[in-house]
């Protein structure tokens, strides 16, 4: 894949942690101006919210449940040139302690009649990250346009209209295969989520399944592509050894989140933020309320990861995992630079 020009992986992800003061206060570090914003109480139980700017901010779900869409206008009241406002809601509780995980994509979006459904296309084809919106109609073979300009290795859809599980599509399982980011279960097989069709670079495509292509009811997607040394959205097999199978990702992460797909198990998320250094003991559970959990232990490397655990969880079993660098920079040569 050619160098894309990420040089800074803060310009389009980056963590931020901070305490909720139960008033108003501006969230400021990120790097950027967040178009998407994943927000995740640590200190105690409590769901998660998501907010993008195609739905507007005061528009948030739930990644661990299957909530319709809701409103707060005391969440996140903006997006800044470095971070974001808010209000006195429920991610800005006192003394409590959050994760706000912050991706870059190109504002309020555009419509997009790539597919056969007009959608509404928000894309970031420098880094590989598109949020689209569009009605759904129940048709099989429906097409959406995505706006990357390449294939996506990974699109994760809700349904904001109704109740309905998040569905995921994960090129390493393929077009009949479906893992929901909600739940815990192993990969379930179906032609009527992605109609048995894998993306391409303009569209990526539906079947007749409710909680991807609902007749009259508007969806949303996260669609991720990779990009050399800041990205990557693959598989590993676990190895059942404490000292377990490494993953090259081919840069240092900076956040990472896997699901095993040959078993039951949670979807964990790992960041530099909240443990600065190895070993990784800290996760979040993206389908669970829970806060903060320790765990084992997660070496983040120059280059990938490896769990030092032969826990089912992690490694023992088969697995996918989305990554983001740390601080990507290719050479003219398109290697990454992963020395320290």
Known sequence: MAYTGIDKSSDYFNTKLYTGNGSTQTISGVGHQPDMTWVKVRSETGGHRLADAVRGYTKYIFPNGTDAEGTNSNNITSWNSDGFALGNGSINENTRTYASWNWKANGAGSSNTDGSITSTVSANTTAGFSIVSWTGNSTSGATVGHGLG?????????????????????????????????????????????????????????????????????????????????????????????????????????????????????????????????????????????GDNAFTSLDFTSNGFKFLTSNAAFNNGSYIYMAFAEAPLVGSNNVPCTAR
């Open 150 to 290: 390449v294939v996506p290795k990974m699109i994760i859809v809700k349904t904001t209209a109704r109740t309905g599980n998040w569905v995921t599509y994960h090129h390493t399982l393929g077009a009949t295969k479906y893992l929901e980011l909600n739940n815990t279960g192993a990969v379930g097989t179906s032609t009527a989520a992605w109609n048995d069709t894998s993306p391409t670079s303009s569209v990526f495509s539906l079947g007749s399944w409710s909680n991807t292509n609902d007749n009259g009811y508007g969806m949303i997607a996260y669609c991720f592509a990779e990009k050399t040394g800041y990205s990557k959205f693959g598989s590993y097999v676990g190895n059942n050894n404490a000292d377990g199978t490494f993953v090259y990702t081919g840069f240092k992460p900076a956040w990472i989140m896997i699901k095993q797909t040959s078993d039951t198990n949670q979807w964990f998320i790992f960041d530099n933020k909240r443990k600065t250094f190895n070993p990784e003991t800290l996760y979040i559970q993206a389908n669970t309320s829970d």
